[in-house]
């Protein structure tokens, strides 16, 4: 289920300090991320319905920044921060990566608690420190909202605890799907979503530390306009980007040349860059042709204190605007793992 067509209208800033857009609402593991860079007494943190809201943002100058989830350390890319970036209309050329952030994420399972038995409730009380395990019955719940990534990141325990009749419902993000449950009066609607969710929302914990796999990471984009004022976080990374830094690049290649996309992804390795990620989508351009998304990291050795990573930056891309239909480079930033 697509849960990003289209748009909400972007809400205004009030003014008071910079604003900084999310994917809300407020409570979403976004706004914990986007908390964890831009502290509440410097930013006014905006929560936006959707992904493309973000960028819209950040694009009307409504915000100086955006916060937008690019990847799982489970369930991979969030292709719809892959199709904003793609950029189709040619929207957000004025926007660009300009930091990252990571969040350790814990799934919780929420909902309405059934009045349980007396032996249920002794059972529930001994289980309450208890992870990936129920902590009340389940055989109440008819209806799962969660965003796509949680329910990807979180399939064995529905899996095995759920009934295999659930309808599973997709909604714009985590805190949202708790939303959707909690305004559901017969109190049959659950949700995967987040710790902070129950407290916004008053749902009962049914389940923590739902997820897959303990080392669950969602990394996020920090995103700003090129050539903007500088801000304090801009400022702090000019310190450190020389030594440590990522780049993410989109291209297209001839489609049928033989080789033409290791020709493209060579280029960087004759400049010494490591790639960290690539991903892809398709183009629109021509049939099962695709838009490629490289990100790469620049790191002077300890060793060679006369290393120039920006020059071997230009290298790369000189290299690829050589051997690519079209390319663009999305931005830079001081890497943070």
Known sequence: MDTEQGHGPVPQSQGKHPAVAFLGPVSSYTHQAAKSVFPGDEWELLPVATIKDVFEAVRLGRAAFGVTPFENSTHGPVTFTLAALADRDGAYGSLT????????????????????????????????DRKGVPLARLDHIARLYSHPQGFGQTTAFVRAHLAP?????????????????????????????SALAAETTGLDVLARCIEDRADNTTRFYVLGMKGATETKIQKTQKKTIQDQSKSLVSFTVPHRSPGALADALDCFRRAGLNLTSINSLPSLVQPFQ????????????????????????????????????T?????TWTKRD
Not at 102 to 128: F, I
Not at 304 to 324: E, F, M, N, S
Not at 327 to 331: H, K, T, Y
């Open 327 to 331: 390319w663009r480079l999305l931005g």
């Open 97 to 128: 990566v300009c930091d990252e952030v990571y969040l350790a994420v814990h799934h919780y399972l929420l909902g309405r608690r059934q009045k349980p038995a007396v032996e249920d409730e002794k059972n529930e009380k001994s289980q309450e």
């Open 165 to 193: 009749g659930v309808e599973t419902i997709d909604a714009s993000s985590t805190s949202r799907a708790a939303e959707l449950a909690a305004a559901d009066p017969t109190g049959t609607s659950a949700a995967i979503s």
């Open 290 to 325: 695709y838009l490629f998304f490289v990100e790469f990291a620049a790191d002077r050795p300890a060793d060679k204190t006369d290393d120039d990573p920006d020059q071997r930056i230009r290298q790369a891309l000189a290299g690829l605007a050589d051997v690519a239909e």
